[in-house]
């Protein structure tokens, strides 16, 4: 009985050391820019730096938009596949996949292929079109995770129910999606928001090749001329990112715990 606990817990313990030891050796690492002793000179630094609080405020925006406008594309496609297509739902589910599988790489080639300044459509031509490219770009890394969420969110409600009461009383179709269908998964959207904002704030590839003044460029920019300051950086986007993931953790508790999936 003894042997039986004892390996899993020594399980546990080898995979919590494989994270928890890097991670306090570089918190350690960044408390040593004064000569002798401990302090958070390298924080003050980071903070002090105009370029850390201009590229994290635009991360930032960045990620709010995305994430508005993966919830304008993603509730309303999951409630009417689930109401009144369900057969779509495993192309639906392919689609969603797609960003898992094509690189970012690839991705960002594309857009700036089709959408140079000498194209029809030449978002790559302005500051601000070229921002709506990069908004374009993370709802699309984004949107395996938003799917999921909203979808596992439409199943623990009734929509074919509530759509029909709704109409009833004279609701239209985006009454119904709005006041009724969008608060009942409201636990689903933010677990889904919070995972987008930190895929936003730590991504590098796009927004670097269409030369955005993003957080994950500037991660990477300071690394190569300092050395302290970027593992504070890494500390900072760790407690950012564990953050968000603590919020889902406590969202979760909300979420209704029965299910009225049909299918």
């Avoid at 799917?147 to 969110?153: E, K, P």
């Avoid at 998964?185 to 796009?206: K, M």
């Amino acid at each position: 009985m003894k042997t039986n606990r004892f390996w899993p817990w020594l399980t546990f313990a080898l995979g919590a050391a494989y994270f928890i030891i890097p991670l306090l050796a570089t918190f350690e690492f960044s408390l040593r820019m004064r000569r002798g002793e401990y302090s958070f000179d390298a924080y003050a630094s980071v903070f002090a730096d105009p370029y850390f609080a201009s590229s994290f405020s635009y991360s930032v925006i960045i990620g709010l938009v995305t994430i508005v406008v993966g919830v304008l594309v993603v509730v309303p496609a999951v409630y009417f596949v689930r109401l009144r297509m369900p057969w779509l739902r495993p192309f639906m589910e392919f689609i969603t996949l797609l960003p898992l599988v094509i690189p970012a790489l690839v991705l960002v080639y594309g857009y700036i292929r089709l959408y140079n300044s000498s194209s029809i459509i030449p978002f790559t031509g302005s500051a601000l079109g070229t921002d709506i490219l990069l908004t374009g770009a993370y709802v699309t890394l984004a949107l395996p995770y938003m799917y999921r969420a909203v979808d596992n969110g439409m199943r623990t409600i009734d929509i074919g129910t509530l759509t029909e009461a709704a109409q009833i009383m004279g609701a239209n179709q985006a009454q119904i999606i709005g006041r009724i269908i969008l608060p009942n998964i409201l636990v689903a959207i933010l677990s889904g928001a919070f995972l987008t904002f930190a895929i936003v704030i730590g991504e590098f590839t796009i927004a670097s090749l269409l030369n955005r003044p993003a957080f994950g460029p500037y991660l990477v920019g300071i690394g190569t001329n300092r050395a302290y300051e970027p593992a504070a950086l890494a500390i900072i986007s760790f407690i950012i990112t564990w953050g968000a993931m603590g919020m889902i953790n406590v969202l979760g508790r909300f979420a209704p715990r029965t299910s009225a999936r049909t299918d």
